[in-house]
C-alpha cells in the first residue's frame, strides 16, 4: 500500500482546511487509518483514526469537536476536516494505515500502523 497525504498549505487562524490520505496498491476499505502529526520540536501526537466502516472513529481529546475523520471507500480515500484551526496546530500531518481492524489503544500507537504516507504540512498563521 502506498499513501499519498495532500491538503496541507498555509492558513490563518480560524480557517479550515480539509487533508486527504489516498491508497493505492490495494484497497484500505476495512483496514485501520490514522492520522498523526509532528509538531516542530515535538514527538508524534495521535491527531484521530478509523476502522472499518468508518462507523467507529475516534480522537484525541484535545482536539475533538475540531477535526473530523471520515472516508470515503469509493475513492480509497480517508479524509481529515479540520476546523478553527490554531497556530499550535501548525504541524506535519501523516496518514497512516494498517490492514488489521486495530483495538481502539492500537489506533491511537503510531506503532501499530504498517504503512505511511509522507506527510503533508499545515501552517496555521495568527
Known amino acids: 500500500v502506498q499513501l499519498q497525504a495532500s491538503g496541507g498549505g498555509l492558513v490563518q487562524a480560524g480557517d479550515s482546511l480539509r487533508l486527504s490520505c489516498t491508497a493505492s496498491?490495494?484497497?484500505?476499505?476495512?483496514?485501520?487509518v490514522g492520522w498523526f502529526r509532528r509538531a516542530p520540536g515535538k514527538e508524534r501526537e495521535f491527531v484521530a483514526a478509523?476502522?472499518?466502516?468508518?462507523?467507529?472513529?475516534y480522537y484525541s481529546n484535545s482536539l475533538k469537536g475540531r477535526f473530523t475523520i471520515s472516508r470515503d471507500n469509493a475513492k480509497n480515500t480517508v479524509y481529515l476536516q479540520m476546523n478553527s484551526l490554531k497556530p499550535e496546530d501548525t504541524a506535519v500531518y501523516y496518514c497512516?494505515?494498517?490492514?488489521?481492524?486495530?483495538?481502539?489503544?492500537?489506533?491511537?500507537?503510531?506503532?501499530?500502523?504498517?504503512?505511511w504516507g509522507q506527510g503533508t504540512l499545515v501552517t496555521v498563521s495568527s
Open positions: 478509523l476502522r472499518g466502516s468508518g462507523v467507529n472513529k
Open positions: 497512516a494505515a494498517d490492514a488489521s481492524s486495530l483495538i481502539m489503544s492500537a489506533l491511537r500507537d503510531p506503532e501499530s500502523y504498517d504503512y
Open positions: 496498491g490495494r484497497t484500505f476499505n476495512y483496514a485501520s
